[in-house]
């Protein structure tokens, strides 16, 4: 069946780093595949996606390419800032007549000042 | 555009009693699911409504977990009876597929 397996925090990193988060997948077909986001208290927000091999999905400042050769979508940002702090969570579907989403397990981003 | 609506927010009981939960899709999305998220693990779907007939209910526990969309737009699920381990954040999603998923704000549910 279909899985995601992502990067184990949390991370920590200092206002203006640079930040990765490794997620890759195994799912039969070709998935779309998300970022989602959760900040302190609210639900999960989509911060970015691509449905295709090759794309490239960007939001805010972060970036991921979906890698189909190495079943790949990491999560990049080139300069963080604090209010960047949250749970971030990859995730594919496979789509056909079901779009649900299967979901890794989350990794936390503390950003300090 | 309003978004998807969750009630009540948080929620403790005690084991063997039930509980129930509502979920207020945005307007014109057909398609509903519930996920339950447990504590350091992402959301799994538990079930998936397309209007008011159900997609996939693979996942859900049918012993105790139940759910109706009613009329194709609200939609309620109910566990009776309750364990320790359904202590968890339900979370309900709407979408108009193939577009993205809408989260709501969860209802964070502790079983004592």
């Known amino acids: 069946g279909d899985s995601v397996t992502q990067m184990e925090g949390p991370v920590t990193l200092s206002e203006e780093a640079f930040l990765t988060i490794n997620c890759t997948y195994t799912a039969t077909g070709y998935p779309s595949l998300f970022w989602y986001v959760q900040y302190p208290g609210e639900g999960l927000q989509l911060l970015l996606k691509a449905t295709k091999a090759d794309d490239k999905g960007s939001n805010k400042g972060f970036e991921a390419t979906y890698r189909k050769e190495t079943t790949s979508f990491h999560l990049e940002k080139g300069s963080v800032q604090v209010s960047d702090s949250a749970v971030y969570f990859c995730a594919l579907s496979s789509g056909g007549s079901n779009y649900k989403l299967t979901f890794g397990k989350g990794t936390l981003l503390t950003v300090n000042p | 555009e309003a978004g998807v609506a969750q009630s009540p927010r948080y929620k403790i009981i005690e084991k063997r009693q039930s509980v129930a939960f509502w979920c207020n899709p945005i307007s014109g999305h057909a398609t509903l699911y519930w996920y339950q998220q447990i504590l350091g693990q992402g959301p799994k779907l538990l079930i998936q409504f397309q209007n008011n007939g159900v997609v996939d209910d693979s996942q859900l526990p049918k012993d105790r977990f139940s759910a109706e969309r009613l009329k194709g737009v609200d939609s309620t699920l109910k566990i009776q009876p309750a364990k320790l381990e359904d202590s968890a954040v339900y979370l309900c999603?709407?979408?108009?597929?193939?577009?993205?998923?809408?989260f709501g704000p969860g209802t964070r549910l502790t079983v004592t």
């Open positions: 999603a709407s979408s108009k597929p193939p577009y993205e998923q809408y």
